[in-house]
């Protein structure tokens, strides 16, 4: 059964993204999920609506880079998930690393984008 997996990033990075969670419908890659991340802005009511998709997920992944630290819709999802209990996994992406990741994802793993650390944050769901 496929897990559903609340992708968290900065707009900025949307192209990069759709690229992750592409990857998981290749059949050459060892991991599958239902991406239930924002895909269109919602009105005023955004964060009502937006807990209640990251409080249906499995887990959640949250694609670091250097536009997370300043990317607010992203950090509220990342407060969000750990207030509802979810297992989260950073991933770092473009420019991302342990130097410029937002003080939200202290106590939170973070790994770099390769299919073994995505697949064994998915199997151990």
Known sequence: ???????S???????IKTLFCGHAKNT???YEFVDMS???PWDNSWKTNCRTRIRGCDAMIVLVSENT??????LWEI??????GLKMLGIYIKNGN?????????????KSWGWENVSSFIDSL
Not at 1 to 7: E, G, L, P, Y
Not at 69 to 74: E, P, V
């Open 9 to 15: 990033f900065a707009m900025e990075d949307e192209a």
């Open 79 to 84: 407060k969000c998930g750990k207030e509802e």
């Open 1 to 7: 059964m496929k897990k559903r997996v609340f992708v």
């Open 28 to 30: 050459r890659v060892p």
């Open 38 to 40: 924002v895909k269109v």
């Open 98 to 110: 342990m130097n410029n990741r937002p003080v939200e994802l202290w106590g939170t793993l973070c």
């Open 69 to 74: 630290r300043n990317a607010s819709g992203a």
